[in-house]
């Protein structure tokens, strides 16, 4: 019976789409074994791709404007409403108002840049109608805690002198007080649902400024002054409305976007795959696989906690079957995803080369790696007859110990 390989991965930032990476690793494998059944999954977390993906799956519709991009600029932009049956539900990801993506290379500073065009694209999907939104979080070019979003709907963050604080993280040092007296009225009516990183923090030596700041550009300083800011943010959002975000699982989302929905808006934090995989059919395709492939842009110590490899490895091994991840890049404490599901990993990169090159090449560095991963597994087939296998077994034959999850 010819192999039949699941592959389902993330989208590579800033260069290849989920379903991108999806074609080109099909391509690599097919080159390696022609007769392979090839299934596609290709996943979202919450971040770029998560509206398109959910409207598709439901046969919604997409609506485009214009909103202010993360460094004050007019970007154009986009939300989308599920079809079907049910309350009228528009789908946002915050970066496609305020990813990383929109914010040039020559200018990340996440004291500046702002979510003031998330709370633009909510704006809209209120004047659309919207009775619930759903508001992926992830790939953000942020740091301000949803400062920018909440004050786009009307909730005014004040200095000391009873000044609006100007836009960008950098400012929450000087927050004083929470006035809500101009808050968007219909956010009393509207279910907001969050999907985010359940291990994203908001504060201290796991907090987001001191994890993800440096990959937005912080220098050490600045990063200081965000987690010193995101402190007093913590504050005075308890003592205005009695929720503690502190601590609160998921509040350190998207720069800190899920305090924002949280503790401003009445919302809901939820783990990013609690609600992805309802629009999903990876556990279904799952069922049909000997093989599964996943990939991300890096595979590091932080994979187990909450990417797309490691939540495919955990799906996959409920069914017993092996899980092969490629990315871009190893970093540091990548080993410990072999604990997590991941079988083999491999960078797509065969030589040094600069970061550039390596965007520009991607999709042709993928199907390479793709087809040197398949050709490897094409002589593990071969060498099966001789293997004695021990423990639960796959369609595949692979015996494979399932993964019980710890992160």
């Excluded at 990183?197 to 700041?213: C, E, I, K, T, Y």
């Excluded at 503690?244 to 401003?264: D, F, H, I, R």
Aim: aromatic share 4%; with cysteine; hydrophobic share 45%.
């Amino acid at each position: 019976m010819p192999l039949t390989v699941l592959i389902a991965p993330s989208g590579f930032k800033e260069c290849l789409s989920a379903d991108e990476v999806a074609d080109c690793i099909g391509r690599g494998v097919l080159r390696a074994i022609p007769d392979a059944t090839i299934l596609k999954a290709p996943m979202v977390d919450g971040g770029e791709g998560f509206t398109k993906a959910l409207v598709a799956a439901t046969g919604g519709t997409l609506h485009h404007l214009a909103v202010t991009g993360p460094i004050g600029d007019a970007v154009p932009s986009f939300f989308g409403f599920t079809g079907g049956a049910g309350p009228r539900t528009a789908v946002i990801e915050m970066a496609a108002a305020a990813g990383l993506r929109l914010v040039p290379r020559d200018r990340r500073d996440p004291t500046r840049t702002t979510s003031r065009g998330v709370g633009e694209l909510i704006r809209a999907a209120l004047d659309a109608g919207a009775e619930r939104i759903l508001l992926g979080c992830g790939d953000s070019g942020i740091n301000d805690g949803g400062a920018g979003m909440v004050q786009a709907l009307g909730i005014r963050l004040l200095d000391m002198g009873g000044r609006d604080l100007a836009p960008g993280g950098g400012a929450l040092e000087h927050l004083a007080r929470i006035d809500f007296s101009g808050r968007d009225p219909r956010l009393a009516d509207v279910k907001l649902d969050a999907a985010v990183n359940w291990h994203n923090m908001l504060l201290g030596a796991s907090g987001v400024a001191r994890v993800f700041g440096p990959q937005k550009g912080a220098t050490p300083e600045q990063v200081e002054r965000l987690d010193a800011g995101m402190h007093r943010y913590a504050v005075a959002i308890e003592a205005a409305t009695g929720i503690a975000v502190a601590e609160a699982p998921g509040a350190g989302a998207s720069g800190g976007m899920g305090a924002a929905v949280l503790g401003l808006l009445g919302g809901r934090l939820h783990p990013r795959y609690d609600i992805v995989m309802r629009y999903m059919d990876l556990d279904r395709l799952i069922d049909r696989a000997d093989l599964i492939i996943t990939a991300e842009g890096s595979i590091d110590g932080q994979t187990p906690f909450g990417k797309i490899p490691a939540e495919v490895a955990f799906r996959a091994k409920r069914a017993g079957l092996p899980v092969i991840a490629l990315a871009g890049t190893i970093g540091k404490g990548a080993a410990s995803n072999f604990e997590h599901g991941i079988d083999a990993f491999a960078s797509i990169l065969k030589r040094p080369c600069s970061l550039e090159e390596a965007i520009a090449k991607a999709g042709k560095l993928l199907v390479c790696a793709a087809e040197d991963a398949a050709r490897m597994v094409k002589i593990g087939i071969g060498l099966a007859p001789f293997c004695e296998a021990t423990g639960k077994s796959g369609r595949s034959g692979l015996r494979l110990r399932p993964v019980s999850r710890t992160a």
